[in-house]
């Protein structure tokens, strides 16, 4: 009897969860999940990926998907990369497979991403780029924004 009402103590507190941070919702809450992971597999696509023919188009574009560091930094060296890739003449593909959540926090996100980047040269292909990433995400007016990034 002593064992049962324990056990039935140890089960009430244990349901409370007193001290056990729940503020991930990783995995958890899987529309929200999907929702993060959508937003950083365009957002890296979108500033690792570029046509040669659109580049004009790349800051704005870039710019759409950015918050934070990531904006900080587009402002500083955005118009040196362009500079960069015309005289290189490259376009580059990048994709962003797999990616795994780690934290998804009320307006942040973390997500660990094995990033391929992969580039052409006058169409012949060229040396492609890959490694795991860590994207830190933040949702500025109900979109997911890439807020930083750092190389693993």
Do not use: C
Request: aromatic share 4%; hydrophobic share 45%.
């Amino acid at each position: 009897m002593i064992a049962a009402v324990g056990l039935g103590g140890f089960a009430a507190v244990a349901a409370a969860r007193p001290g056990v941070d729940d503020s991930n919702t990783a995995f958890l809450d899987t529309a929200a999940t999907e929702e993060v992971r959508a937003a950083a597999e365009h957002a890296l696509r979108t500033i690792y990926g570029y046509d040669l023919k659109h580049i004009d188009g790349y800051q704005a574009a870039v710019r759409q998907v950015v918050t934070g560091t990531m904006l900080d930094d587009l402002d500083d060296f955005s118009a040196t990369t362009v500079d960069a890739i015309k005289q290189a003449q490259t376009s580059a593909d990048a994709k962003a497979e797999p990616i795994g959540v780690t934290l998804l926090a009320g307006d942040r996100a973390e997500l660990l991403v094995n990033l391929v980047i992969s580039a052409t040269k006058g169409g012949q292909a060229q040396q492609s780029v890959a490694g795991p990433v860590v994207l830190h995400m933040s949702k500025i007016d109900g979109r997911w924004l890439a807020s930083d990034i750092v190389d693993r």
